[in-house]
């Protein structure tokens, strides 16, 4: 059964009932979905609606330098677990610009509504100034795209979009509005807000599942995406006695420190992470799509294991793995269902769960001792990553930091040393679009008010979006950021090294001095060049009553943890 509840537009000074358009019927509706902020750029298709926003209070809009960043700004609010984050843009150019992050999101997984101007309806198809086929342009990039054409069908299609973008396997969905059907007469009102309950695990389908677990000899549990109750996950590991292993740049699912846990797969795993994978005779799949990275491009998990996939959308099953046991189901819940089934099963083979402990606890401690950062001799005149990742799990150990890593060379330090108990406090892009990291994280910061956002990004990806370093300023949003700055495109660098020859082209960069950029537009900016001083630095920028730059100035060549080679391209 549906979940239901009715909200409106907080509005002052808005336009009269006979006055009211479709752009205000676009806002009331945002408002009874409960929507509180909106990021955009203003462009001509949507003055309408920027106007309506203006005229109400319960919906913040905030402009940013580039609809790129209002895309991944609505990533991050969604993503933090604020209300469902909305992005704006004009049509054409606008849109295009906002491509990249509607693509992130969909590849992600990520809730959001993604609204676009279009041209009046009476000038389509005369290639009019700035036109664009949106639907067909955003169909391949995100869940649902729909054109609205009639001011009285906008609570049915916008408020259809936002129970798409939050139901079953989360994504963007793209809404269309020309600019005729903002500006027309609107006599229709809101719908009520309803949201679906996920779907439930099949009893037949559970039990077939936990006599195969039952039986194992050597099982392990892939977390991914889909699965976010770290209670339950935990709860069929020590039912079954298995370990636990995330998808790439999913470590956050459960706490580090736990004992069933054995690290992250995907780009920097350690061995022992993937080698329990590949000797598994029994794996249990929870919200996993089995990505690329995270098998070794599918190589990883063994055809012999009989295999357990659980994901809410129906299409992930057998779409890399024919499963064994395929269930259509929260991943929450299939895991309680699989942990209370299993006890009665267990109870007669007490020596099989013994032999199972022990190997756990084995394969924990050997990822305890893979996993302990490394200590090096302090180093002067630039930042070691060693030092970063230490000053890094300060700041994971400190209640009320939230952690948000783009993409960076510093990457594969943080998935093999960085251990994250807190729930909810770090967060990564596994999209692999550059320069999320900073506006996912103002996002996040004005989701959760009451903590402290710190994003990890590099140079490369920091420059892409310095710009709306202004908008943080200006908006008096509290962002940390830390720049591993390596003058470089770190990733290619590496490649470049290892599969051309050390043939370097259009990999380093002459970065200005970033703290200086900072103070520049009135944040706060402090550069680093010596391990000594790191954590002073970013102790400095936490205290900090709004944003921060912390300049961590590398060598040009430092780049990934010892013995790690970068994956080729093929």
């Given at each position: ?5 009715s ?6 000074g808005?336009?009269?009932?006979s ?16 929507v509180t902020h909106?990021?955009?750029l ?9 106007d ?30 604020g ?15 906002l ?9 992600e ?39 609205v ?5 906008v609570?049915?299609?916008?408020q ?50 936990a006599r ?21 996950l ?15 740049l999913?470590k ?6 736990h ?11 350690h ?10 005779d ?6 996993c799509?089995?990505?690329e ?18 994901d ?5 099953l ?6 064994r ?22 109870a ?19 990822y ?17 990553s ?9 700041l ?7 952690l ?23 967060y ?5 679009a ?8 103002m ?24 710009q ?21 495109y770190?990733?290619?660098r ?13 990999v ?18 402090v550069?680093?060049?010596d ?18 730059v912390?300049?961590?100035v ?10 790690l ?6």
């Amino acid at each position: 059964m549906p979940e239901s509840s009715s909200g409106s537009a907080s509005s002052s000074g808005s336009a009269s009932s006979s006055g009211r358009t479709g752009a205000d019927l676009v806002v009331e509706c945002l408002a009874a979905e409960g929507v509180t902020h909106v990021f955009g750029l203003p462009g001509t298709t949507i003055m309408d609606l920027i106007d309506s926003l203006a005229r109400q209070d319960g919906i913040r809009y905030l402009s940013t330098r580039h609809e790129q960043v209002a895309g991944f700004m609505a990533d991050g609010f969604s993503r933090a677990g604020g209300p469902l984050g909305v992005c704006l843009a004009s049509r054409g150019p606008g849109a295009a610009n906002l491509a990249i992050a509607v693509q992130n999101a969909y590849d992600e997984s990520i809730p959001m509504l993604v609204l676009i101007g279009q041209v009046p309806s009476a000038i389509v198809e005369r290639r009019s100034f700035e036109e664009m086929d949106v639907v067909a342009a955003f169909r391949p990039l995100c869940k649902r795209v729909v054109e609205v054409h009639r001011p009285e069908r906008v609570p049915e299609l916008v408020q259809r979009a936002v129970r798409t973008a939050v139901t079953g396997r989360p994504g963007p969905v793209v809404v269309s509005l020309p600019l005729d059907v903002l500006q027309a007469p609107a006599a229709a009102a809101a719908a009520p807000r309803v949201r679906f309950h996920a779907p439930a695990p099949d009893p037949g389908g559970i039990a077939e599942a936990a006599r195969l677990l039952a039986a194992a000899e050597r099982p392990a549990i892939i977390v991914g995406g889909g699965a976010r109750d770290a209670t339950a996950l935990l709860g069929l590991a020590e039912a079954a006695a298995a370990p636990i292993v995330s998808t790439w740049l999913r470590k956050n699912a459960v706490p580090n420190g736990h004992p069933a846990f054995c690290g992250p797969l995907g780009y920097g795993a350690h061995d022992v992470s993937e080698r329990l994978v590949r000797e598994a005779d029994v794996i249990v799949a929870l919200g996993c799509r089995f990505s690329e990275f995270t098998t070794r491009r599918w190589t990883l998990v063994p055809g012999s294991a009989q295999l357990v996939h659980v994901d809410v959308d129906p299409d992930e099953l057998g779409r890399v793995h024919l499963p064994r046991v395929g269930l259509v189901s929260d991943a929450a819940a299939a895991a309680r269902a699989l942990a209370a089934a299993l006890p009665p099963l267990l109870a007669d083979d007490l020596e099989r769960a013994e032999r199972r402990g022990n190997r756990r606890a084995a394969l924990r401690k050997e990822y305890e001792n893979a996993a302990a950062p490394p200590s090096t001799p302090p180093r002067s005149g630039t930042v070691s990553s060693a030092a970063l990742v230490h000053a890094v799990q300060e700041l994971a150990d400190r209640d009320g930091i939230v952690l948000v890593q783009d993409v960076h060379t510093f990457g594969p330090w943080v998935a093999r040393h960085l251990a994250v108990e807190r729930p909810a406090s770090y967060y990564a892009s596994a999209g692999g679009a550059m320069a999320w990291g900073f506006p996912a994280a103002m996002g996040m910061a004005l989701a959760r008010p009451d903590q402290r956002v710190v994003a990890i990004s590099g140079d490369g990806s920091f420059w892409m979006v310095a710009q709306d370093l202004e908008t943080c300023v200006r908006e008096r949003i509290p962002v940390v950021n830390l720049i591993v700055n390596n003058f470089a495109y770190g990733n290619t660098r590496d490649r470049q090294r290892t599969a051309h020859g050390g043939r370097y082209h259009g990999v380093f960069l002459d970065n200005p001095d970033f703290a200086a950029y900072a103070r520049l537009l009135g944040a706060h900016g402090v550069r680093v060049t010596d391990d000594a001083d790191l954590r002073a630095a970013i102790a400095e920028a936490i205290a900090q009553p709004g944003p921060s730059v912390v300049d961590v100035v590398q060598d040009p060549m430092e780049g990934l943890p010892p013995g790690l080679t970068p994956p080729a391209a093929r």
